[in-house]
């Protein structure tokens, strides 16, 4: 069974930071994990999921350019833990973000709201 779980999100003002974790669990998953390229994509009200931002399993990162030089993805494979840390974070990074493979995905999380205030 895949699992993924998020969290972090919050409420935060213009120019604030929020730092994202997301961890894969199930014995057979936390394998396929580390082999994988992992992502952090989101989702806002009325628009389609996007991804944001990717990491391969050793670690080349690639960056949507809405958010390019303000997020950085990373992982811990020892832990099955996939992060995305968000400086400089604007109204418009309002979403739920979520964490799965790329491109093949699995089950959806729930997700974890990030909410940006003007």
């Known amino acids: 069974q895949v699992q993924l779980v998020e969290s972090g999100g919050g409420l935060v003002q213009a120019g604030g930071s929020l730092r994202l974790s997301c961890v894969a669990s199930?014995?057979?998953?936390?394998?396929?994990?580390?082999?994988?390229?992992m992502a952090w994509y989101r989702q806002a009200p009325g628009k389609q999921r996007e991804l944001v931002a990717s990491?391969?399993?050793?670690?080349?990162?690639d960056y949507s350019d809405s958010v390019k030089g303000r997020f950085t993805i990373s992982r811990d494979n020892a832990k099955n833990t996939l992060y995305l840390q968000m400086n400089s974070l604007k109204p418009e990074d309002t979403a739920v973000y979520y964490c799965?493979?790329?491109?093949?995905?699995?089950?959806w999380g729930q997700g974890t709201q990030v909410i940006v205030s003007s």
């Open positions: 799965n493979g790329s491109p093949n995905t699995w089950e």
């Open positions: 990491i391969t399993s050793g670690g080349v990162t």
């Open positions: 199930g014995s057979i998953f936390r394998n396929i994990f580390r082999i994988n390229t």
